[in-house]
C-alpha cells in the first residue's frame, strides 16, 4: 500500500448550515501539525451564510450542491476526492473539533495492513467521557457481545502498553480512509440520507474483511449522542433526543442494516432482537419522560412507517445493488 502520492491526504468535511461550527472545524484542521494537501468542504444547500464565507477562505475548496444530507454530501466529498486522486481522505462532519496531534497520530499509526483508522472521539469539552459509546470487539458474525466503553480511561487502562483498538468507532467522525477502500467497498450510500450511511460503511468493510482501528492516542471532539438519561422501573436508560424527522430515518436505515447484515451473517435472532428494541426502548423513553399523549403516538406512528419504508424501499438502501 502506497502511503505518498502527490495528492495525499484530502480532508473531507460537510457542512449544512452551522457557520459557527464549520470555522472552529476549519480552524482545527488549519492547525494541525501534519496538514492535509486540499480541505474540501461539501456544502449541502445552506441558507445561511456558509457560502458567502468559505468562498473567501483561499485555502478551502467548495462543492454546493442540494441537501443531500450527510450521506449525500459524503458521497459527493469521497467521490471528488478519488476521482481527482486523493491517496486518503479524513472524513468529518462540520461540528467537531480536532487537537493540532490529530491527524498526526493517526497518519503515525499506519503501516501496509492498515486501510482505516478513526481518531477516539471525546464528547466537546471533555477529556474522558466519549462522543458516543465504543463497541469494542465488535463483529458481524459473532455471537458475543462487545465490550462497550463510554470513557477513554477504560480503554487505556486496558491497553496501556497499545494505540490501536479494534472495535466499533464514531465513524465518518476524524476517519482517516485508503483509497483502496472505495475501489473495494463503494462510496457512502446517498439513499440513507442521514442516520447509518456510515454503519452500512463500516458493515460493507467488515464484510470484506478489512480491519478497522480506532487510535486512542488520537483526540477528536465532537458534540454527544448521548443525551438524556431516564429511568423506569429502576433501570436507567441512556438515549440520544432526536426530533421525528432524524427518528424516522434513524428507525428506516435501522431496520435496513440489522436485516441485511445480521441475518445473512446466521444471527436472525439478534437482528429481530435489535429492530423490536428499537420500539420498546422508545416506548419506555417516552412513558419515562411523560411526553404528551400526542406526541407518544405520533413516534409510535413514525417507528411504524419507516419500518414500512424500509421493506418498501430496499433496493435503493441496498449497497451491493446500489453500486
Avoid at 196 to 207: N, T, V
Wanted: aromatic share 16%.
Amino acid at each position: 500500500m502506497e502511503q505518498n502520492k502527490p495528492n495525499g491526504i484530502w480532508a473531507v468535511v460537510v457542512t449544512y448550515n452551522r457557520l459557527e461550527l464549520l470555522k472552529n472545524n476549519i480552524n482545527s484542521i488549519r492547525k494541525q501539525k501534519l496538514r492535509p494537501d486540499t480541505i474540501l468542504v461539501i456544502d449541502n444547500g445552506s441558507t445561511d451564510e456558509t457560502l458567502s464565507w468559505i468562498k473567501l477562505q483561499s485555502d478551502l475548496h467548495v462543492i454546493t450542491q442540494p441537501n443531500l444530507g450527510g450521506a449525500g454530501g459524503f458521497y459527493t466529498g469521497f467521490k471528488y476526492a478519488y476521482d481527482n486522486g486523493a491517496n486518503w481522505v479524513w472524513a468529518m462532519d462540520d461540528d467537531g473539533v480536532a487537537e493540532e496531534e490529530t491527524l498526526i497520530h493517526l497518519w503515525n499509526s499506519l503501516n501496509e495492513d492498515i486501510y482505516l483508522v478513526n481518531s477516539i472521539v471525546l464528547a466537546m469539552n471533555s477529556t474522558n467521557r466519549l462522543a458516543s459509546a465504543f463497541a469494542e470487539h465488535f463483529s458481524l458474525t459473532s455471537q458475543v457481545k462487545p465490550v462497550i466503553h463510554y470513557n477513554l480511561d477504560t480503554l487505556i487502562d486496558k491497553y496501556s502498553n497499545e494505540r490501536l483498538v479494534m472495535g466499533l468507532p464514531f465513524f465518518f467522525n476524524s476517519t482517516l480512509i485508503h483509497r483502496y477502500v472505495f475501489e473495494q467497498v463503494g462510496f457512502p450510500n446517498k439513499a440513507f440520507f442521514i442516520r447509518g450511511d456510515e454503519m452500512d460503511f463500516y458493515y460493507r468493510m467488515l464484510s470484506k474483511d478489512f480491519k478497522v482501528y480506532t487510535n486512542i492516542l488520537s483526540k477528536y471532539y465532537h458534540p454527544t449522542t448521548i443525551s438524556k438519561e431516564v429511568s423506569f422501573l429502576g433501570k436507567k436508560f441512556f438515549y440520544e433526543s432526536m426530533n421525528s424527522f432524524k427518528f424516522y430515518y434513524h428507525v428506516r436505515n435501522t431496520y435496513f442494516l440489522r436485516n441485511k447484515y445480521f441475518t445473512k451473517s446466521g444471527i436472525m435472532a439478534l437482528a429481530f432482537y435489535q429492530c423490536l428494541d428499537i420500539l420498546v426502548k422508545e416506548i419506555i423513553i417516552l412513558m419515562a419522560s411523560k411526553v404528551p399523549l400526542k406526541i407518544f403516538w405520533s413516534n409510535i406512528i413514525t417507528y411504524f412507517k419507516a419500518k414500512k419504508d424500509a421493506k418498501k424501499e430496499w433496493d435503493k438502501l441496498d449497497a451491493n445493488k446500489y453500486w
